[in-house]
């Protein structure tokens, strides 16, 4: 990373150039291939030459990885059928080769514009993870841009081994106006910064386990996360995925009428409410592991 730039603030292929070894990425269906979205042409919306995500491989630390990076500049880098494709067809290859898998996810979930293309895309990436992880090749999402991972990619970020992500990071299924949509804003007020980061935010996920590390908002932290996961897998099994079951129903029994997120931070080892909520991601984890000491 140079300039100072926050991994927030960069552009999907300077993240990826910024967290792998130094010139060792190369783009799969870079954009002279020209695979653009079928559907958005009718519409008479603009296309992307990348259909707004990069793929491709690279090194980090000398391991080899796949990568990808989700575009958040077009159309909130939301999946159609050509996107989705490149998503799977990159799994399908780390499944394959048993190489690791990394997506950086930016994106509010599917593009729909294309209906149901964009759903069964959705559907096709899921299943390359799972194979993925039967074959105990590590898959990993990073979540660090105010776009978030929700919708189908929200879900897609939680299929994976692990999540990384920065205290700019969302994840969920739905997003805030969608939220603010059906519940009202008195439910929830989607113009309330505060209220959405604490809500869907990545300190209130790592409290909840839904972030397995939350870094600096910056390539070199990112970067070193994700070298930590590369040899690790999370294998899914039925005892595995049983037991899971009954971790979340025992937090939608504590936490499922919670209005106030301070209150779920409070119950989980926040103890300075106003310091935590100024605090860098790793800063916060040292305030969140001494509270429940």
């Given at each position: 990373?140079?300039?100072?730039?926050?991994?927030?603030?960069?552009?999907?292929?300077?993240?990826?150039?910024?967290?792998?070894?130094?010139?060792?990425?190369?783009?799969?269906?870079?954009?002279?291939?020209?695979?653009?979205?079928?559907?958005?042409?009718?519409?008479?919306?603009?296309?992307?030459?990348?259909?707004?995500?990069?793929?491709?491989?690279?090194?980090?630390?000398?391991?080899?990885?796949?990568?990808?990076?989700?575009?958040?500049?077009?159309?909130?880098?939301?999946?159609?059928?050509?996107?989705?494709?490149?998503?799977?067809?990159?799994?399908?290859?780390?499944?394959?080769?048993?190489?690791?898998?990394?997506?950086?996810?930016?994106?509010?979930?599917?593009?729909?514009?294309?209906?149901?293309?964009?759903?069964?895309?959705?559907?096709?990436?899921?299943?390359?993870?799972?194979?993925?992880?039967?074959?105990?090749?590590?898959?990993?999402?990073?979540?660090?841009?105010?776009?978030?991972?929700?919708?189908?990619?929200?879900?897609?970020?939680?299929?994976?081994?692990?999540?990384?992500?920065?205290?700019?990071?969302?994840?969920?299924?739905?997003?805030?106006?969608?939220?603010?949509?059906?519940?009202g804003k008195k439910a929830y007020d989607s113009s309330n910064r505060?209220?959405?980061?604490?809500?869907?935010?990545?300190?209130?996920?790592?409290?909840?386990?839904?972030?397995?590390?939350?870094?600096?908002?910056?390539?070199?932290?990112?970067?070193?996360?994700?070298?930590?996961?590369?040899?690790?897998?999370?294998?899914?099994?039925?005892?595995?995925?049983?037991?899971?079951?009954?971790?979340?129903?025992?937090?939608?029994?504590?936490?499922?009428?919670?209005?106030?997120?301070?209150?779920?931070?409070?119950?989980?080892?926040?103890?300075?409410?106003?310091?935590?909520?100024?605090?860098?991601?790793?800063?916060?984890?040292?305030?969140?592991?001494?509270?429940?000491?």
């Open positions: 990373m140079t300039g100072g730039v926050l991994f927030h603030e960069q552009t999907a292929r300077q993240r990826l150039d910024a967290i792998t070894d130094q010139g060792s990425f190369v783009e799969f269906l870079p954009p002279p291939e020209r695979l653009t979205s079928p559907y958005l042409a009718q519409l008479g919306i603009p296309v992307s030459l990348d259909d707004g995500v990069v793929i491709g491989r690279a090194r980090i630390d000398g391991k080899k990885v796949y990568l990808a990076a989700q575009v958040g500049q077009f159309v909130g880098g939301a999946v159609g059928e050509i996107h989705g494709a490149k998503l799977t067809g990159l799994f399908k290859a780390a499944s394959r080769d048993g190489v690791p898998c990394v997506v950086i996810v930016e994106s509010g979930g599917v593009r729909l514009h294309e209906g149901s293309a964009g759903e069964i895309a959705i559907a096709e990436t899921m299943r390359a993870i799972f194979e993925c992880r039967a074959r105990k090749v590590p898959t990993i999402a990073v979540i660090g841009t105010d776009i978030g991972a929700y919708g189908g990619m929200g879900i897609l970020s939680t299929c994976c081994d692990f999540r990384v992500m920065t205290e700019h990071g969302r994840l969920g299924i739905s997003g805030p106006i969608v939220i603010e949509k059906w519940m505060a209220l959405v980061w604490k809500t869907s935010g990545g300190k209130t996920k790592y409290l909840l386990g839904d972030a397995d590390a939350l870094v600096h908002d910056a390539a070199g932290a990112v970067r070193e996360a994700i070298g930590k996961l590369l040899t690790r897998s999370s294998p899914v099994t039925l005892k595995n995925a049983k037991a899971r079951q009954k971790d979340l129903e025992k937090r939608l029994k504590r936490f499922g009428k919670t209005a106030d997120p301070d209150d779920l931070w409070k119950s989980l080892g926040v103890r300075d409410i106003a310091r935590a909520s100024l605090a860098s991601g790793p800063e916060f984890v040292t305030l969140a592991r001494a509270g429940r000491k």
